[in-house]
């Protein structure tokens, strides 16, 4: 009988360094993949919250009360962490038109990105033919807006574009949705 | 006789079967539950692990808040896809401008899924997580289920509004007490049709079918010959 022990024991000295930041992009990578393949068109709203546990690990004190102060949390947060480079927002009114129909007034949240450490990952999944389908950068504002101000909201669309990400997120009041 | 008899009952049952987004205020009996309820323990699973169960909500507190649940997560839902115009590309063949304000009204106000507050009875599918084959186990009992209740001229629709989101799958889980170890699939609304829609249309077989590899043409022989592989 051979001895299992050896096949799981540690390696006898420490790894030389830190794994890789392309090491953890290529499991990330892995598994976007896998579950786009396992979910297809389904899978961006399985993802929704990751993202979340990070944003509400820091146990911020004081509930911001509008989107410019939620936006310029996060902000700071991802910017001091090494997340983004930059980020910039506009907010504006989207009526919904078809024709000579309006059928809803909502706000859209158009978010600029650069410099983003998830971005090899998105650019990777582009490459595979796949859509980029999960922004944890959008979910942390989402978390943000939610919890403090009871905003919910939907990602309307990921594009990415050089070294920016362009965003699109509907908002909607507490009494809408 | 008796086979032919049987083939064509399944096939016209299965036919049959709409999904009934308005409801008669009329009660559904303890008795025809059950019966859906067989029919979904008799549906198969991988390893026979039988991870379904399923929560019977007649309480209308509950109804409305499992409504409100469904009718936010596909609002949000159709919003973003207007917003992002697919909803429009979606659509691009529907050129009657009433039908089609109809059409993006229901969507965008999540009423396609609101409704749900509105059937007497929901049942709510719940699965085990720690089996291989969770949402398929699940999506063939809800087949038997909604087979079984147009069987008995009821009424049913198979809503994912409720917890297509995982924000909303939480919100129901929390709602109903679910524990961790199950997962919510789907939520049935039952009750006798208010209004029974027509049939949607179906793609042709031909369209849908494959003779030995993906794209290939199935030419089906008749008379009770057998088509010839390779």
């Given at each position: ?94 009526a919904l038109l078809e024709g000579d129909q309006t059928y ?74 | ?81 207007f ?5 429009q590309?979606?659509f691009a063949?529907l050129h009657d401008p009433e039908k089609k304000a109809?059409v993006f009204k ?125």
């Amino acid at each position: 009988m051979s001895d299992l022990s050896n096949s799981f024991s540690s390696p006898s000295s420490s790894p030389s360094s830190s794994p890789t930041i392309e090491y953890v992009n290529s499991v990330i990578l892995g598994l976007v993949k896998n579950f786009w393949k396992e979910r297809g068109g389904g899978a961006r709203f399985k993802v929704t919250t990751v993202g979340w546990d990070y944003f509400l690990s820091h146990n911020f004190e004081n509930p911001t009360t509008n989107v410019e102060e939620a936006f310029a949390r996060v902000k700071d947060l991802l910017r001091r962490d090494g997340i983004v480079e930059d980020m910039s927002y506009r907010l504006k009114e989207n009526a919904l038109l078809e024709g000579d129909q309006t059928y809803d007034q909502v706000e859209v949240l158009e978010l600029r990105v650069e410099g983003c450490m998830h971005l090899p990952i998105e650019r990777a999944l582009l490459e595979t033919g796949l859509p980029p389908y999960m922004c944890p950068i959008l979910n942390v504002v989402a978390c943000a807006l939610e919890k403090d101000q009871r905003v919910s909201s939907e990602i309307a669309s990921i594009t990415i574009d050089g070294n920016v990400c362009k965003l699109q997120m509907v908002l909607f009041g507490e009494k809408a949705f | 006789m008796e086979l032919q008899d049987s083939r064509e009952s399944a096939l016209k049952l299965i036919s049959a079967r709409r999904s009934i987004r308005k409801y008669l205020p009329d009660p559904v009996t303890d008795d025809e539950l059950l019966l859906m309820l067989e029919a979904a323990r008799q549906a198969p699973s991988g390893e026979n692990a039988q991870p379904w169960r399923f929560i019977v909500v007649r309480d209308a507190d509950a109804r409305q808040a499992i409504g409100r649940v469904a009718r936010a997560g596909s609002g949000r839902r159709f919003t973003a896809e207007f917003v992002s115009e697919k909803m429009q590309e979606r659509f691009a063949d529907l050129h009657d401008p009433e039908k089609k304000a109809h059409v993006f009204k229901t969507l965008i106000s999540g009423s396609v899924s609101a409704f749900l507050a509105e059937a007497p009875v929901i049942i709510v599918v719940c699965g085990h997580r720690d089996v291989w084959d969770l949402p398929f186990d699940c999506a063939a009992a809800i087949e038997n289920m909604l087979i079984m209740a147009s069987a008995m001229n009821l009424g049913t629709c198979w809503v994912i509004g409720s917890v297509q989101d995982v924000r909303d799958e939480v919100k129901l889980e929390k709602l109903l007490d679910v524990p961790i170890e199950y997962k919510i699939i789907a939520t049935i609304g039952v009750g006798r049709p208010g209004r029974i829609p027509n049939p949607r249309p179906r793609k042709p077989l031909s369209a849908l079918t494959f003779r030995e590899r993906f794209g290939e043409p199935f030419i089906a022989t008749t008379s009770g010959e057998v088509s010839e592989g390779e």
